[in-house]
Structure formats: structure tokens, C-alpha cells
């Protein structure tokens, strides 16, 4: 029989046990937020004790710097990253603050530089091409201060020398700037040797002053009597000597530059300090120029143009350098109503001294003054004279005039005033002045009249002349023509009858056979007579057999 669904049993049904209750624990899943915690706060402490010092430097311009993105860098090493670009309070300055490294914090003192490095060409160089592809960046050259500092002045410039390159610095004090810019190159017997590191101009504006920066071993060439130039380009000079044409080389032609050497005898001289302070000559021969000890300074008026005389022109005794111009001034005398250009010069006598070939010990002034005056008596006289047809360059020659008027030097006034001569050019236009004036007295139209009568006479002359030639041609011509006929017949007759087959030279062989013969009869007539002279009366004996 068919049943239906049973229900559960009770019996196969468990019964429930009571537990007693446990203490809570804390959960595993708590521990993932504390370790990231822990993690992220040593992270914090870390970045934090990593982190660089913080500065701020100063730059007129930040053209290609960009908050986040520029770079301060160390010989090509990341060492700090532009956070911010401001300004200064004033508006004047651009204010970039910047995060650097932690190692870099030990070298930020106060005389660290920094500077935007971008492209540029300086002194012959080309820098920051690198710039173009991955942006401006900003340079540090470190320091040798101990004195930590924060804010910085950066420079508008690269600098060319900086604090890895070993060497010295010195300073040059010279009149103008010249080709020198910041790089440009200092030359030692044209080698490059440094470069100028700052030109400035002096606070008071009477110069300019250069500080090169001499590398090393170059820098111990440098003595105290070094002399120091400028080479700027081509030096072209044109004096009283000719036209010269210096150069230290190619380097030298594009970018000028400053050259030195030590005079021969002073190598051995210490090494200079750094920062010695020498002046800056404007050529070569001014700088190797040995300094006189001994000078005598004159004023001498000239008559002529000075045209041509320039400062630094040679003051010659025939031929021989012993001075030099030192000023060229104007004058006017009232006496006299005219102006006057007096020309100082400076001689020096040491120099004349040791090119005598008889040793002339120093005089005193009093007697240097008496031997002066006595040549002077003797016609010693300042001529202007043309060094160079090519220039025009004049120059002062000292010579002797003994036909000069008197004169003496006047030791009174400041500088002494010393006689001269009037010049070639005064004594040509003196003679052409005299010349025109005897050429205005000369009668010129009683002159140009004789002279028209002499050409018409002349004229008539040769009219009379042209007349007998024409008539000798016509008359003369054909006699002469049968002159010429009757020689040259006369001339065939003589060939012919001088001819070896003629019938004259026959009979003229045979007159001068039968003339011979004639002869040896006579001389044996004479030969006879002088054996027997009786012969003449009695006859001539017979010989005996």
C-alpha cells in the first residue's frame, strides 16, 4: 500500500551544544594599512633627510629657464632643478629659487658662481651648441671659500677661466680696449698660453683694465720685467722709417689678443706674484723699449708746416736715434704777430754716450750745459726733415750748419728753447719765391716782342731756304746727275786698263824687264870701274888664258 512522505526524525536530529564565550583578536587585514604607514612615513624621513638645501639666484634674464624642467649642473652632472622663476622686488631681476643635491650642499659658498649656459661665441670659441637640442641648463664653478651662503648673483656670461684650470692671473692696465673681448688670447712667441678673463673700464675712465689668466706651465715665463702688448689684428705702422706690417699670426688677425715676453737678461727674475699689476703697451717696439735714465728735454720752434710730425717721431743725429717727439703745441708771439708751433722733444744723452766708441764718462749738468753750448756755437741746429716719400712721415734732424746765424741756448726758460734750421721744403719755396720775383722784373713783353721779330726773321730764314733747294733741284740736280755719268765711265776706263790682260800691263812688264836688266849692266859698269879704274882711259883689259 501506497504511503506518504514521512517526516524528519527526531532522533537522527543533532542537538545543539552551548559554547562558552571567547575574548575578541584583533584582524590580520588591520596590518596592511599600518605597514603602509610605516613605509610611507620612512619614505618622508628619508626624502627629507636626502633633500638638498634650497637657494636662490639672481639673474637679469632667465631666457630658457622653465620652473621643473631646467637643470643645474657640474661638469655635466645633475646636481639641482629649477623649482620657481620670480621676480625681485624692484622688477629688475629675475629671482630663481632652486633645489639642490644633498652633496652639493658642502660646496654652495660664497664665491660659487653660476651662469645660464646657452650658445655662444666668444674669443674664438663656440660654446652651448649642446643647447640647442636639449635646452639651457644652468653652470655652477665651484668655490675656495669656507663661508656657506644661499642667495646668489649668477653671471650674464660664461666666464673663461674657471676653478679647475690651473694658473695664474694678472693685471693689465692699458689705454683702450682694442679687439680684447672675454676669451680672447693671450699669446706667448704666438702660442696660445690664456686667455683675458675680465675687461673693465677703470672707475676714474682714463683706461681700461684686463685680467688674463696665464695657464700653467706658461705661467712661469711671467716675471716681474715682463712686458706686455697688443696684438690686435694686423698692426700696420707707418713712421718716418717706412711702412711695417706685424702680426702674432692668424689667431691674432681674426681675434687679436695680448702678447708677451721678458727682455733678454731677465728670464732668470722670480716668477711674478699673482694679481701683479703691468701695463698694457700698444705695440711691440714700445713695449720692448728700453727705459732711458737720462733725458733732456727741449723746445724747438719750427717755421714750416707740421704736416707729418707726430708724437713718438725720431729725433736724429745723422742718421742716428737719440730722441724722440714729445708734444706738438701752438703758439702765438705778439711781437711778432704771428703764431708760432713749438715742438717738444726729449734727448737723451746716456744713449749718444754709449754709442761712442771713445768711453765718455757721465759729465755733470753744468758741464753736459757747456758742451752743449759749444757745439751749438759750432752750428749744431734742429732741422725738419721727410722720413718717407711714401708716408709723408717728417721726423727731427740734428746737424751742422756752420753758415747758421748765431745763437745760443736759452737755459732760462722751461724747457730750453734750442735753435733750428729752416727745413728743405722752407729753402725751395724761399728760392721759388725769389725766382717768381725776378721772373715778374724781367721786361716779358719787350721779351715776347724780340722774340716775334727773331721768328719772323727765322721764318724768312727758312722761306729762302725752301726756295734755293727747290731751285738747286731743278738746276743743279741734272749737272751733278752727268757728273756721275762721267765718273762712273771714267771708273770702267781705269778697271780695264788695269786689268792683268790689258796691252798696258804687257808693256809695262816688258818696260820694267828691259829697266832691269839695264840696272845689272849699270851696277856692273860700277863694279868694273871700282877694280880698274884706268879702264875708263886705256879700256878694258883683256884676260889672260
Keep these: 500500500m501506497f504511503e506518504g512522505p514521512r517526516g524528519p526524525d527526531l532522533a537522527d536530529i543533532p542537538s545543539a551544544v552551548a559554547q562558552p564565550k571567547r575574548k575578541s583578536s584583533p584582524q590580520l587585514i588591520w596590518l596592511i594599512p599600518i605597514v603602509a604607514v610605516l613605509i610611507g612615513g620612512w619614505l618622508a624621513v628619508k626624502t627629507i633627510l636626502e633633500q638638498g638645501p634650497t637657494i636662490t ?11 621643473g624642467k631646467t637643470k643645474v649642473k657640474y661638469k655635466n652632472i645633475d646636481i639641482g632643478e629649477v623649482k620657481s622663476v620670480g621676480f625681485s622686488k624692484d622688477l629688475e631681476n629675475i629671482v630663481l ?5 644633498k652633496g652639493a650642499a658642502p660646496h654652495l659658498v660664497e664665491d660659487v658662481r653660476f ?26 664653478d665651484r668655490g675656495k671659500s669656507s663661508t656657506r651662503r644661499e642667495h646668489f648673483e649668477g653671471l650674464e656670461f660664461q666666464p673663461a677661466v674657471t676653478g679647475e684650470m690651473q694658473g695664474r692671473q694678472f693685471v693689465l692696465h692699458g689705454k683702450d680696449l682694442g679687439s680684447h673681448d672675454v676669451g680672447t688670447p693671450v699669446m706667448f712667441r704666438r702660442i696660445q698660453v690664456g686667455k683675458v678673463a675680465v675687461n673693465e673700464l677703470n672707475q676714474d675712465g682714463s683706461g681700461v683694465t684686463l685680467k688674463i689668466f696665464v695657464e700653467s ?71 720692448m723699449k728700453q727705459p732711458e735714465r737720462e733725458t733732456l728735454v727741449f723746445t724747438m720752434y719750427f717755421e714750416e708746416s707740421l704736416r707729418g710730425l707726430t708724437v713718438g717721431a725720431p729725433v736724429e743725429l745723422n742718421g742716428v736715434t737719440i730722441g724722440e717727439v714729445k708734444n706738438i703745441l701752438t703758439g702765438w708771439d705778439s711781437q711778432s704777430v704771428r703764431f708760432r708751433f713749438p715742438v717738444d722733444v726729449a734727448i737723451f744723452p746716456g744713449r749718444l754716450r754709449a754709442l ?9 749738468p753744468a758741464e753736459q750745459k757747456a758742451r752743449i753750448d759749444r757745439i751749438v756755437e759750432a752750428g749744431l741746429r734742429a732741422q725738419m726733415k721727410t722720413g718717407s716719400l711714401l708716408t709723408g712721415q717728417m721726423y727731427v734732424s740734428l746737424g751742422m750748419f756752420p753758415d747758421a746765424a748765431p745763437a745760443k741756448i736759452n737755459w732760462a726758460t722751461s724747457p730750453p728753447e734750442f735753435p733750428t734750421h729752416p727745413g728743405m721744403m722752407v729753402e725751395l719755396q724761399t728760392t721759388l719765391m725769389n725766382l717768381s720775383k725776378k721772373l715778374e722784373n724781367m721786361p716779358i713783353d719787350k721779351i715776347s716782342g724780340d722774340l716775334r721779330t727773331t721768328l719772323q726773321s727765322l721764318n724768312r730764314t727758312l722761306v729762302g731756304a725752301e726756295q734755293m733747294v727747290k731751285r738747286m733741284d731743278k738746276e743743279v740736280a741734272p749737272a751733278a746727275k752727268s757728273a756721275l755719268e762721267d765718273a762712273r765711265r771714267l771708273l770702267i776706263t781705269t778697271e780695264q786698263t788695269l786689268a792683268s790682260d790689258s796691252p798696258l800691263q804687257q808693256d809695262l812688264r816688258t818696260s820694267l824687264r828691259d829697266l832691269s836688266r839695264a840696272a845689272q849692266s849699270l851696277r856692273e859698269l860700277t863694279e868694273l870701274l871700282e877694280r880698274q879704274p884706268e879702264s875708263l882711259i886705256r879700256g878694258k883689259k883683256e884676260s889672260k888664258r
Excluded: C
Design 217 to 287: 706651465p706658461y705661467d712661469k715665463f711671467v716675471n716681474s720685467n715682463t712686458r706686455f702688448w697688443d696684438v690686435s689684428g694686423i698692426d700696420i705702422t707707418a713712421d718716418a722709417e717706412g711702412v711695417k706690417v706685424n702680426t702674432e699670426g692668424l689667431m691674432a688677425i681674426l681675434l687679436g689678443g695680448v702678447a708677451f715676453e721678458a727682455p733678454a737678461g731677465s728670464e732668470a727674475l722670480p716668477q711674478a706674484d699673482p694679481d701683479t699689476v703691468f701695463p698694457l703697451f700698444p705695440d711691440r717696439t714700445a713695449a
Design 356 to 364: 761712442s766708441r771713445e768711453k765718455m764718462a757721465d759729465p755733470t
Design 97 to 101: 629659487t632652486v633645489e639642490m643635491s
Design 57 to 67: 639666484i639672481t639673474f637679469k634674464t632667465a631666457e630658457g629657464i622653465e620652473a
Design 115 to 140: 651662469w645660464i649656459v646657452k650658445p655662444r661665441i666668444s674669443g674664438g670659441q663656440v660654446s652651448g651648441i649642446g643647447t640647442l637640442f636639449s635646452g639651457s641648463y644652468i653652470e655652477m
